[in-house]
């Protein structure tokens, strides 16, 4: 299972059938990954995905999207 909309897919501008189809370009390269190994499953590791959050939430740090604002 891959997600590709969910938490942090909109964003204020741009367009959001982009941001999947970006997303799926990862997803495909990741089955392609996959069948090269031969491999049946792809898995994150705990601290890859806890240092993304850490690294997502600095980013994110002072501005609108992490401030608490509920306005367009």
């Known amino acids: ?4 909309y969910g938490p942090n897919t909109n964003g204020g501008t741009g367009s959001v059938i982009y941001t999947i189809e970006a997303g799926m370009a990862h997803v495909v390269a ?6 090269r190994a031969d491999a049946r ?14 690294e997502l939430r600095a ?12 306005s367009w």
Do not use: K, P, Y
């Not at 002072?62 to 509920?70: F, N, P, Q, R, S």
């Open 30 to 35: 990741a089955l392609e990954q996959l069948a």
């Open 59 to 70: 980013a994110l740090d002072g501005t609108v999207w992490h401030t608490g604002c509920t």
């Open 1 to 4: 299972m891959f997600l590709l």
């Open 41 to 54: 499953s792809i898995e994150v590791r705990r601290q890859a995905a806890e240092r993304f959050d850490r």
